[in-house]
């Protein structure tokens, strides 16, 4: 039952998301433990007591060192990219999203989350490099192209953005929020 709910636990409302996770940290499953740990990535440090943030530091700690046992996987580096992005660490959520582009530089995702890093600190120069450079890598993905639209309506170049917005939403017919901008736009 626990494992079950746990997939919804990410998108749920971050009071919500912390105050349950909070009560997994110490659970006899280490699979729980792990996911609780990444569900708490967003809890904030401060006004944390200092025995909880030791018990949350350990389960953090065992989130990291599971996915460093697949080191050789880029999902295991995005994840960490995520966790870290969500711990506010934003040189250590760029180094996970470069390791997994190293290890398979056809990964779009980590491309989409370092541009997302990016934008989120306002690097949108590096932003747009990312998405590029996943588009050599990945041409006509259309997770990419419609990242490259929204970066480019954020540029304030709509002209140069409805071509990538018809361009993602013929790459994925079945995805109506492509569609969906692309009409708006």
Known sequence: VVMR??????PAPPQERVR????LIDDPSAIVRIKAARALAIAPNDGMAPSMRARVDKIFAEYVASQRANADRPEAHLNLGLFY??????????SSYRAAIALAP???????????????????ADAEASLAAGL????????????????RVRQGRMSEALPLFAQAAMAAPDNLRYAYVHAIA
């Open 5 to 10: 709910s746990m997939r919804h636990l990410l």
């Open 20 to 23: 349950i996770a909070a009560g």
């Open 85 to 94: 992005s969500d711990r506010r660490d934003p040189v250590a959520a760029e």
């Open 106 to 124: 056809d990964f779009t995702p980590a491309y989409l989350n370092l541009a997302d890093l990016y934008r989120t600190y306002s690097r949108e």
């Open 136 to 151: 050599l890598q990945a041409p006509g993905n259309a997770d990419l192209l419609h990242a490259q639209g929204l970066l």
